[in-house]
């Protein structure tokens, strides 16, 4: 009985998880996303309703990856501490490149170094997606080292830069207007081929280098799900483009967002049941079960709470964003 109710609540946990981090991939993904894209803008103007497009957002964004981050530590000690022993240096990069957006956000409105400040929200923008590109990679290979493994999670990095790229350009379609609006629909359906092209290199190279996800792949029962996923991403894809070239305000964000969403729902089916493939499984690096069961207590709390104060949040500032004349 003790060990079906561990079982039950280290599962548990590894879904609560996988869901929060979706929450944090999806929205700070897309403020991550603005910010890269504002590197390729000339026009101060625009750079401002860029940053004004999520500037009441971007803070209670990012606090999704503080939940995870604390969630792994309490309930799955033994993963925690193998991550951050292997991903020290692009974790760090990660926090780098945050700080770096914080500090760009308030200091930016600056008359003399306003423009040298919008450079540093961009870098730290890249800086924090290509390393999460690069932790996602070293997950996925297991911390093996060598030439295919270097080589994929390079291009794991490119198709995270490239997703967060889509999530950020579909939002400003849906919150700009004018040549801004345009000028991010283009963007978005560049960013869609590299994300899709990345995507289907990762997947090919997956079956071909990962012993445990390839394993994971041909057992009974899982290939349906997949496929069904691979459906659902193929018709999300659909939408992302029908969306786009028809004008849709709203639609190529949702289509982004759904094509996230299912590509992480693969993901963890894929690494199930394992948290490092190859290594560490899911019942091995959790806690005891009244440190899981008490700390699923903390979370029934607080996880309404923050899901409440987002959608409010986003309610509150619905609609699109017009510039404003500087004074």
């Known amino acids: 009985m003790e060990s079906t109710t561990h079982s039950l609540l280290a599962l548990t946990w590894f879904g609560l998880i996988g869901l929060?981090?979706?929450?944090?991939?999806?929205?700070?993904g897309f403020d991550l996303g603005v910010g890269m894209l504002t590197l390729l803008s000339r026009n101060r103007g625009d750079r401002d309703v860029m940053v004004q497009t999520i500037g009441h957002v971007w803070d209670a964004n990012e606090t999704w990856l503080v939940v995870v981050g604390g969630a792994l530590f309490g309930a799955f000690p033994a993963a925690y501490a193998a991550l951050m022993q292997a991903l020290y240096l692009?974790?760090?990069?990660?926090?780098?490149?945050?700080?770096?957006?914080?500090?760009?956000?308030?200091f930016r409105h600056s008359a003399q170094h306003g423009s040298l400040w919008d450079v540093v929200f961009?870098?730290?923008?890249l800086v924090a997606a290509i390393s999460q590109g690069i932790v996602l990679g070293k997950v996925i290979t297991g911390?093996?080292?060598g030439g295919s493994s270097t080589a994929f999670i390079t291009v794991t990095a490119i198709g995270v830069v490239s997703g967060y790229s889509l999530l950020g350009a579909t939002w400003l379609a849906r919150?700009?207007?004018?040549?801004?609006?345009?000028?991010?629909?283009?963007?978005?359906l560049l960013s869609a081929?590299?994300?899709v092209a990345a995507a289907i290199v990762l997947t090919a190279a997956t079956w071909f280098d990962s012993v445990a996800v390839h394993a994971r792949w041909s057992e009974p029962g899982v290939f349906a799900p997949l496929a069904v996923l691979g459906v659902l991403a193929v018709l999300s894809y659909g939408w992302l483009m029908a969306s786009l070239y028809r004008g849709r305000a709203r639609g190529p964000f949702?289509?982004?967002?759904?094509?996230?969403?299912?590509?992480?729902?693969?993901?963890?089916?894929?690494?199930?049941?394992?948290?490092?493939?190859?290594?560490l499984t899911i019942l091995q690096a959790a806690s005891d079960t009244l440190t899981l069961a008490f700390m699923l207590i903390g979370i029934g709390l607080v996880f309404p709470v923050m899901i409440g104060y987002n959608l409010h949040q986003y309610a509150i500032f619905r609609g699109k964003v017009i510039e404003t004349p500087h004074a």
């Open 122 to 125: 961009g870098a730290g923008s």
């Open 20 to 28: 929060m981090l979706a929450f944090y991939v999806v929205t700070d």
């Open 193 to 195: 081929q590299f994300t």
């Open 254 to 279: 949702g289509a982004a967002i759904t094509l996230f969403i299912v590509s992480f729902a693969g993901l963890a089916i894929s690494l199930y049941p394992y948290f490092i493939p190859g290594r």
């Open 90 to 106: 692009p974790v760090m990069a990660m926090i780098a490149g945050l700080i770096m957006r914080g500090a760009a956000i308030e």
């Open 143 to 145: 911390f093996v080292p």
């Open 175 to 188: 919150k700009a207007v004018g040549p801004l609006e345009r000028w991010a629909r283009r963007l978005a």
